[in-house]
């Protein structure tokens, strides 16, 4: 066999390498993911590197964070941790058709409009399409250049060429090195095709946006490697349905991973959500039983949502339990807590639960708001619509602190909350805060009787 045909096995989530199939990788201990790919010519990899090989004294080394180029939405600035940073290779990964493009193509525009020179390189979509999609979001500055490419080497060229300020490519998995014969998307390629996208945006101090598709699993697809290799990483996610998104940083060298930003899309593209929380509780009926709000921390941002429960005699024997939004198995036990410590047989009702908005949350703070929702749908007793809660609940009922429950109320009082039901022990820790009536509780036996 000629040496460039011989094959190797790669772990399709971590990289790995061998030189047989194995059943589960060594690396990451992932059952069944290794693929066959042909292997690259290694010996032919040139150092590309135009980093010098002196050490430098660190305080010589000069970085400010000034350096950092604005993407016109504040939204995401935030999650970056204040920016773009010169040379930062930046990875979006999300599903199909969230809006990983449109978001790009969006922060494309708001840069160039500022004048960066932008290049926006499509392995996906051909020119027409993208100006199809540009229709829609307005008028575009001529320092954007659009670029309908997938091969990594004429890439390199042309930004060697043109020089811009920040490179966006859409997507990774549609990009290939002629010198490694595997297809595209495949573990070689991506892995390789990152290596060469990092040396550039390092060498050159351009920012690189690189977008990539998730698996069913929810990671990108190509090796863990990737995640690895980038200094950041966003997670676009949300309901394709639902109109808002999220924009979630899980890895950031140059900022916190905690924040989020909260964008919403419209037939003209994307929009920041300033104020997500008036967001979540749009269109919330005022004297329904069964719907409680609460609010949850998403990094040090609150965000109120609305918990909605029904509760209704079972037509047959066995009761029907459902959980949109939240974890089922987290609503049966609380269920089974109410019954045990509260005395209310919730065994002959068919349970719902639902979280408004198409949030997805399972932060144990929401517990008290759905034992409150729960039993005020039993009940058929409305929870004033003035009144926030929150709260961790315990298999004895108790009720638990939870973090940050000074941020959570002030959140509430913005948005015109009379009160709010939180843990007991979490109110030694606040400071009085006025214009808001703040109940400890420190059982849901307690809970439950207001709404008695
Ligand atoms: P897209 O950005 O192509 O997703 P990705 O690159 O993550 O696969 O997603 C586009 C989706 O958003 C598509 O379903 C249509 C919708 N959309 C709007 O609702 N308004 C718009 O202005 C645009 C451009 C797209
Ligand atoms: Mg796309």
Known sequence: MAKSDKTVFFCKECGYESAKWLGQCPGCREVGTFVEEPTGPRNKIVRRSLLNSMPV??????????ERIGTGFSELDRVLGGGVVPGGLILVGGDPGIGKSTLLLQVCRNMSGVGKKILYISGEESLKQIKLRANRMGEFSDNLSLLAETSLDAIEAVVMETKPDVVVIDSIQTIFREDISSAPGSVSQVRESTNTLMQMAKGNTIPVFIVGHVTKE?????????EHMVDTVLYFEGDRHAAYRILRGVKNRFGSTNEIGVFEMRENGLHQVLNPSEFMLEGRPTDASGSVVSCLME???????????????????????TSVGTDYNRVNLLMAVIEKRIGIQMGDYDAYVNVAGGMKINEPAMDLALVMALISSYKNRAI?????????????????????????VMEAKKLGFKRCILPKVSMKSMKKIDGIEVVGVSNIREAGEILA
Request: aromatic share 2%.
């Open 299 to 321: 990094g040090t941002r609150p965000i109120l949502v609305e918990v909605q429960a029904l509760i209704n005699h079972t037509a047959f024997g066995m009761p029907r339990r």
């Open 218 to 226: 929810g990671v990108v697809a190509g090796p863990r490697v990737l």
């Open 384 to 408: 004033d619509s003035g009144t926030l809660v929150f709260g961790e609940v315990g298999l004895s009922g108790e009720v638990r602190a939870v973090s940050q429950a000074e941020q959570r």
């Open 57 to 66: 004294v660190i305080n010589e080394v000069t970085a400010n964070d000034e």
